[in-house]
């Protein structure tokens, strides 16, 4: 009898994105001819940059040549590729990384999913509550949790609330944590922490030997100059945290999977007896044993990112989201709405009018054809707000704006 992970039956609900493509699904076999206008999953419209496709194809075309073919490749990452994330992504904001401390991959879900593999099951995890589902269900699945309770919260978990009482800005835990899931700017509040704010977050890591796994997926949206685009650039963080970037929301490449981790050789984690070992040394061992790298034209594709051609398209589509994000943020305050984020993210976080986050799911669903995400799905907290993207075109969102316009709250 082959016997199952009890611990996916943990999971109490679906996973909120395809708890709502059903949802979507059932209203559109009802009404096959509504023009859904989708600002909820946060996944980007505009087609990848032109030096991004031509690299690309080069790659492509060299896989169907003798002397140009590539078979598996290394690791960690082509070199070409290690050494612009290195120069133009940590040397540029006066950060050293090693070639050896960076990890490409194809998507920082999947680094944030895994990377709890190299962990102990024994561990206190804390995250911030609302949060990027992943981190939660990932050690779920694992067994790190325990059953979700009547309050909507794994009873092993230390949930870190994020509230508009403190500006949605979590605080340190009261207790003793292990593993600490920051992800900045936040998906789903689009809120961030200052320099200082997260040096606080680094020295607690540091006194307490916890692990930061730092979330920096949209860094590239930030705009205010005394927020930090990398953990690194705080004292002490290479001691104390792993970071994730990805190409997914600046570059487009959501279809095209392509993301990298950074973990310092400098960062170790510790066994039953108190002895201490590489994290950098476990990862390795990980990704070579269950990860056969990135692509070799999905690499160069990735790498023509960083071409001043590159820069200058990526920079352009940047400012597109954040022209609908600002539109979102500002029609939705004239309406009447509550609204938070925006700023330094591509997300906005809406305060539900007197109803529920499903409610109100179901209302703009229902009455005006626009899609979002429930604020509940993130986590007990996000109850009563409601996250929409600027990750669509212009038109729609100008249009989706207006059509939540009609509605009386």
Known sequence: M???NENFLLLESNYIFSEIDERVDR????????AIIRLGIGDVTLPLPQKVVEDFKEGVDEMGEI?????YGPYRG????????????YQAWGVEIQPTEVFVSDGAKCDTGNMQEIFGLDNTIAVTDPVYPVYVDSNVMAGRTGPMGEDGRYGKLVYLPCTAENDFTPALPTEKVDLIYLCLPNNPTGTTLTRDELQKWVDYARENNSIILFDAAYEAYITQKDIPRSIYEIDGAKECAIE?????KNAGFTGTRCAYCIVPEDLYGYDQQGNKHSLNQLWFRRQSTKFNGVSYPIQRAANAVYSPEGQKEIQSNIDYYMNNARIIREGLKEIGLEVYGGVNSPYIWIKTPNMTSWEFFDLLLNEVQVVGTPGVGFGPSGEGYFRITAFNTLENTKEAVERIGRLEF
Request: aromatic share 18%; no cysteine; glycine share 4%.
């Open 244 to 248: 994730f970037k990805s190409f997914s």
């Open 78 to 89: 082509y070199d070409f590729l290690v050494e612009n994330i290195i120069k133009h992504d």
């Open 27 to 34: 209203y559109l076999e009802e009404n096959p001819d509504a």
């Open 2 to 4: 082959a016997t199952i």
């Open 67 to 71: 002397e140009s073919f590539h078979g």
